[in-house]
Structure formats: structure tokens, C-alpha cells
Nanobody
Framework: QAQLVESGGGSVQAGGSLTLSCEAPGYMYRGCMAWFRQVPGKEREQREGVAAIAAGTRTTYADSVKGRFTISKDNDKNTLYLQMNSLKPEDTAMYYC?????????????????WGQGTQVNVSS
């Protein structure tokens, strides 16, 4: 069972920033790594794709986070990051990192097999 471990979640006021981290085995960085988020009432398959990064540096972002969130990875540390700036209350969710061979749509949750346990982000107004 692949191990992905997220950290960095917490509570912040609107306009603030958080940086999420995801530690994963090194071989996973040969495929796609992505961040998703899930709010109560949504199923796993309905997790919203936030950002993805391929084995090179190609990145994909959801329209809702473009210009505010930045995905990056440190291959030496086997760590994936999500820098979140200008946070909004609607960004409140459980955030998950995921890994798999790159699906056609890198922000499509069913395209990923390996998932972490999630880290909660709460943004208050």
C-alpha cells in the first residue's frame, strides 16, 4: 500500500496563507502528483481537483485557484507542496494528495489510485 502523508492544514482567516506538504515514495514522482479537496456530502470520486504536476514541471490548476495556489515538488525530499495564498472561506475542505500515472485529465479524482489520509483546511471570514 502506497504511503502518502499530508501535513500543514489548519485554520486561517480569509486572505491568509497556508502551505500543505505531502511526503510520498520517490517512485511516485515519475507520474502525476496532485492535490484534491473534499467537502462534506461529497463522495471520494467527487473530490475537486485543485492542482497537479507531472513528472517534469507541467502543472494544471483548477480555475478557482489559479493565481492563488502554487503546486511544486522537491524530488530530493520526496515532498509535494501546495502553497495557498489569498485563501477564501470557500477553500475550506479536507485536502488530499494523490499519485498515479498521469490520467488524461490530471484533475479527475477517479484517475488516481494512491491517496493520503487528508489534512483539514478551515478558512474563516
Amino acid at each position: 500500500q502506497a504511503q502518502l502523508v499530508e501535513s500543514g492544514g489548519g485554520s486561517v482567516q480569509a486572505g491568509g496563507s497556508l502551505t500543505l506538504s505531502c511526503e510520498a515514495p520517490g517512485y511516485m514522482y515519475r507520474g502525476c502528483m496532485a492535490w484534491f479537496r473534499q467537502v462534506p456530502g461529497k463522495e471520494r470520486e467527487q473530490r475537486e481537483g485543485v492542482a497537479a504536476i507531472a513528472a517534469g514541471t507541467r502543472t494544471t490548476y483548477a480555475d478557482s485557484v489559479k493565481g492563488r495556489f502554487t503546486i511544486s515538488k522537491d524530488n530530493d525530499k520526496n515532498t509535494l507542496y501546495l502553497q495557498m495564498n489569498s485563501l477564501k472561506p470557500e477553500d475550506t475542505a479536507m485536502y488530499y494528495c494523490a499519485s498515479d500515472s498521469c490520467p488524461m485529465d490530471p484533475l479527475w479524482a477517479p484517475g488516481y489510485i494512491y491517496w493520503g489520509q487528508g489534512t483539514q483546511v478551515n478558512v474563516s471570514s
